[in-house]
């Protein structure tokens, strides 16, 4: 294996960037959340649960996108 990442194909970076990421994703505990992000997210969900909208499913949002294209 090279150890320049740019001479391997798109196809094979990709899943290294992938295979990065999920072993990132797998170790969110070792990423704790800085006060000011932990602010951020309270103001969210305060906001949301004053809302009140649950939003709609997932599946009307992708369709919309879809026909966007």
């Given amino acids: 294996m090279t150890s ?8 094979e970076r990709t899943r290294l960037v992938e295979d990065l990421w ?5 170790e969110q505990s070792a990423l704790p959340l800085t006060d000011a992000q932990k602010r951020v997210l309270d103001q969210r969900l305060d ?3 004053c809302d009140g909208d649950s939003g709609r499913p997932a599946r009307e949002a992708i369709a919309e996108i879809r ?3």
């Fill in 4 to 11: 320049n990442p740019r001479q391997l194909p798109v196809s």
């Fill in 22 to 26: 999920d072993s990132i994703a797998a």
């Fill in 47 to 49: 906001a949301y649960e």
């Fill in 67 to 69: 026909t966007r294209s």
